[in-house]
């Protein structure tokens, strides 16, 4: 908005400055001022987002607890879909919605949109090789324009859950259609029982904060190509990631900055160790 209106006023100056009635220093005083009142609003919007970065931060699943869930959902999963094959539970059909949605969104790390847009027909022409392992495309999802479809990498195993979810939604009472029903509106209950049923840490969970500890825990923990090719996986950008995902550094991240500045002080001065070529070279002349 300020700089539409700054934009305004540069047009005012160069084509109407006369029906303005104002002088060339007063254009530029009202120049001057948008642009301390858009450098103040962008100091504020960092600051805002930064505080909000800091209250997400604390609300991380350490990323033990999410590989811990994996452990659990793939003992849970089977038995669920087992269960309601042969008898309906509305109950355990949430569990299940909330165990393979969970599921998905840590071995993918796509936002629940991506769920909500994969039908039937993304597993049938899903690309498979000879380990059956599948790729699943999602054409529809928040920055496919930018990024093209979303990509779930799934093993046979996998893709066999989402046929059977397929099926028994259905029997339960679900509608016959094409969709895969993998988020409904209970799905929810995966942030209450499944997910906070592991690991060390209790509260909420949610889909945000899943992939923002993947994406904190891949700046940590991989090298800036890896870092990369998980971001776009994810269908974001690097500095999207940094932005909006990872979180503030911690304690022992800003100690660990605070060392490497006193170790960079330490060195001024330090004479680097240097190879004697000249006695070396006078010792083969003489041999």
């Known amino acids: 908005?300020?700089?539409?209106?700054?934009?305004f006023v540069k047009h005012l100056r160069a084509f109407h400055s006369e029906m303005a009635g104002l002088s060339p220093s007063q254009f530029d005083q009202i120049g001057l001022q948008f642009k301390r009142l858009r450098r103040d609003n962008a100091r504020r919007i960092r600051s805002h987002q930064q505080e909000i970065r800091r209250e997400k931060s604390k609300l991380l699943r350490p990323g033990s607890d999410l590989t811990a869930f994996l452990r659990v959902a793939r003992g849970r999963v089977p038995r669920l879909l087992a269960e309601l094959q042969t008898r309906s539970s509305s109950r355990s059909l949430r569990l299940l919605h909330g165990y393979i949605s969970g599921y998905l969104a840590i071995v993918s790390g796509h936002r629940p949109v991506v769920f909500l847009n994969l039908w039937k027909s993304h597993l049938d022409q899903a690309d498979v090789d000879k380990r059956k392992r599948a790729l699943v495309w999602v054409d529809k999802h928040k920055t496919d324009r930018a990024y093209g479809g979303a990509c779930l990498a799934l093993d046979d195993r996998e893709v066999s859950w989402l046929h059977r979810l397929y099926e028994v939604s259905a029997q339960s009472g679900g509608d016959r259609c094409d969709c895969v029903p993998i988020l409904r509106k209970t799905t929810l209950e995966y942030n209450q029982r499944t997910a906070s049923s592991v690991g060390k840490r209790s509260g909420r969970v949610t889909f945000r904060l899943i992939r923002t500890t993947i994406a904190n825990q891949a700046k940590r923990n991989l090298s800036a190509g890896d870092r990369k090719l998980v971001c776009e996986a994810m269908r974001h950008g690097v500095s999207t990631a940094d932005r909006f995902y990872t979180a503030v550094p911690g304690v022992?991240?800003?100690?660990?900055?605070?060392?490497?500045?006193t170790n960079a002080l330490e060195c001024d001065g330090v004479e680097p160790e240097t190879?004697?070529?000249?006695?070396?070279?006078?010792?083969t002349s003489g041999q």
């Open 252 to 261: 022992r991240d800003m100690f660990r900055i605070r060392e490497l500045r």
């Open 1 to 7: 908005m300020l700089g539409n209106a700054a934009a």
């Open 275 to 283: 190879v004697d070529t000249d006695s070396g070279d006078h010792q």
